[in-house]
């Protein structure tokens, strides 16, 4: 029996993939993740290299895996004072779900919280993409004399350098000193500690860790449009804590401030007669 036109169609559209991945592939009992088997990378490595793997689609050698590693506890927690932390702390205390409360801490970070690690991943990858040397000392001076020169002239912050609330931040001088240990230094570390210097000696400003960790990132091959994706990997863990402290040590309904801390300055006395 011949096979009408609208009955083939929509064996064809049956047929027809909705959706496209190289990440993760699903069968019947089994999983294949970037190629490798779910049952041989559960006890096989850890929780870094899967990140790796999963973002980069190979396995990470043993340096990549360690500094990777480095660079997510780094990450972790910077205490109640971040927006994203104080934001998933007042929504938990309203007495909303965990999910909602990390999901609130997330909608948080923004161009001023968070987002200076991928403004400094793109500004170094940029850099180092029209830098026709890596190991020419003289040229990471000067390029980076001319990329202080630039910002300051325009009154701009240089992402991923000073910190609102420490001198140096002693997060940045550990991740350096573990990246030299490792034999690890590459062209967009170099240049941030070119432009590191070069700024100290004027403003007296350091890198911080988004500075830090972007070049390193950088040298790593992540593009910098995972820079913020990155971060939250390392920076759930420490939101899932807070919000976990407010729900079961606090009495909840957490306010930032009280009526008479309000200064109302609107108009007064308004009526819909007049």
Same mark, same amino acid.
């Given at each position: 029996?011949?096979i009408?036109?609208?009955?083939?169609?929509?064996?064809?559209?049956?047929?027809?993939? $909705?959706?496209?991945?190289?990440i993760?592939?699903?069968e019947?009992?089994?999983?294949?993740?970037? /190629?490798y088997?779910?049952?041989?990378?559960?006890?096989?490595?850890?929780?870094?290299?899967m990140?790796?793997?999963?973002?980069?689609g190979k396995?990470?050698?043993?340096?990549?895996?360690?500094?990777?590693?480095?660079?997510?506890?780094?990450?972790c927690?910077?205490g109640?004072?971040?927006?994203?932390?104080?934001?998933?702390?007042?929504?938990?205390?309203s007495?909303s779900?965990?999910?909602?409360?990390?999901?609130?801490g997330?909608?948080?970070?923004?161009? $001023?919280?968070?987002?200076?690690?991928?403004?400094?991943?793109t #500004?170094?990858? +940029?850099?180092i993409?029209?830098?026709?040397?890596?190991? +020419?000392?003289?040229l990471? +001076?000067?390029?980076?004399?001319?990329?202080?020169?630039?910002?300051?002239?325009? /009154?701009?912050?240089?992402p991923?350098?000073?910190?609102?609330?420490?001198?140096? *931040?002693?997060?940045?001088s550990?991740?350096?000193?573990?990246?030299i @240990?490792?034999?690890f230094?590459g062209?967009?570390?170099?240049?941030?500690?070119?432009?590191?210097?070069?700024?100290?000696?004027?403003?007296?400003?350091?890198?911080n860790?988004?500075?830090?960790?972007?070049?390193v990132l950088? *040298?790593?091959?992540?593009?910098?449009? #995972?820079?913020?994706g990155?971060?939250?990997i390392?920076?759930?863990?420490?939101?899932?804590?807070?919000?976990?402290?407010?729900?079961t @040590? @606090?009495?909840?309904?957490?306010?930032?401030? *009280?009526? @008479?801390?309000? #200064?109302?300055?609107g108009?007064?006395?308004?009526?819909?007669?007049q």
């Open positions: 029996m011949a009408g036109e609208k009955p083939l169609k929509k064996i064809l559209e049956i047929n027809e993939p $909705k959706l496209k991945t190289s993760t592939k699903i019947p009992n089994k999983i294949t993740t970037q /190629g088997s779910q049952e041989e990378l559960i006890d096989n490595i850890n929780f870094s290299e990140v790796y793997l999963l973002l980069q396995m990470p050698n043993k340096k990549e895996a360690k500094i990777l590693n480095h660079i997510l506890i780094s990450f927690d910077h109640v004072t971040p927006p994203s932390t104080q934001s998933s702390r007042l929504i938990a205390s007495g779900s965990m999910n909602v409360a990390l999901a609130g997330l909608l948080s970070f923004g161009k $001023k919280h968070a987002g200076a690690i991928e403004s400094s991943m #500004l170094f990858q +940029d850099v993409n029209d830098l026709n040397s890596y190991n +020419d000392s003289y990471f +001076d000067k390029t980076a004399k001319d990329i202080v020169d630039d910002y300051l002239s325009k /009154g701009l912050k240089i991923g350098f000073g910190h609102r609330y420490h001198s140096k *931040d002693p997060r940045r550990k991740i350096v000193k573990l990246v @240990e490792e034999n230094i062209p967009h570390l170099k240049l941030a500690l070119a432009i590191e210097k070069e700024l100290f000696n004027r403003k007296n400003i350091y890198l860790i988004d500075g830090v960790n972007g070049a950088s *040298d790593m091959k992540f593009s910098s449009n #995972l820079g913020l990155i971060f939250m390392g920076r759930i863990p420490g939101l899932i804590a807070h919000i976990h402290e407010e729900i @040590e @606090e009495e909840g309904f957490r306010k930032f401030c *009280d009526v @008479e801390d309000i #200064l109302y300055n108009h007064e006395n308004k009526s819909l007669k």
